[in-house]
Each structure stands twice: as C-alpha cells, then as structure tokens.
C-alpha cells in the first residue's frame, strides 16, 4: 500500500521558518524526482521546488532565498525548509513523487503565516 505523508505544517508569525517532512512508503516504481507543491484558498495548486534524480533543482520565483528541497534516500524522506516566511506563503503543501507510472500525492499540511 503506497503511503505519502506529510507533516511539519503549523502557525507561524511572519519571518519565521518552518521545516516539512514528506514521507513514502510501497512505491514499487522508480521515483524521478520530487517535488513540493502549494494551494492557496481559491487559487490553482502551483509547484513550488521539484528536484530529480540528477539533482536537478527548481524553486518558484517566489520563493527563491527562502526555501530549500532536499531528501534523505535512507529514510526516503524529502523536505522543504521555509525561511523568512510571508502572509502570501499560506496554503496548503503537498508533496508529490513522480514515477514514470503515475505521480503519487500526500494529504497535504496546512501551512498559516500571521502578519
């Protein structure tokens, strides 16, 4: 049974940090990269940071300086450090594994930044 799960998200003053934790379980198929995405209430989900197999990195304008993907292959752990948080960063964080299959999506963590 193939399990994404999220955790990490919370209640945070504007410039604060955060760090999410993204962990799989029963992916049979080659994973090619990963990435984090976001929702923000009304609004389309957008990628945020996706990195790949050859460590390839992409961040969103956004939040280019501020946030940082990495991954631990032991725990088969992907992360997203938020620094230097903004009102405009709240929405709901979902991770996503990408096979050449299908991509698999997590429950998301919510994810609220007060001025």
């Known amino acids: 049974q193939v399990q994404v799960v999220e955790s990490g998200g919370g209640l945070v003053q504007a410039g604060g940090s955060l760090r999410l934790s993204c962990a799989a379980s029963?992916?049979?198929?080659?994973?090619?990269?990963m990435g984090w995405y976001r929702q923000a209430p009304g609004k389309e989900r957008e990628l945020v940071a996706r990195?790949?197999?050859?460590?390839?990195?992409y961040y969103v304008d956004s939040v280019k300086g501020r946030f940082t993907i990495s991954g631990d292959n032991a725990k088969n752990t992907l992360y997203l450090q938020m620094k230097s948080l903004k009102p405009e960063d709240t929405a709901i964080y979902y991770c996503a594994r990408y096979t050449y299959y299908r991509t698999f999506w997590g429950q998301g963590t919510q994810v609220t930044v007060s001025s």
């Open positions: 029963g992916i049979d198929f080659s994973i090619y990269a």
């Open positions: 990195f790949t197999s050859g460590d390839e990195k």
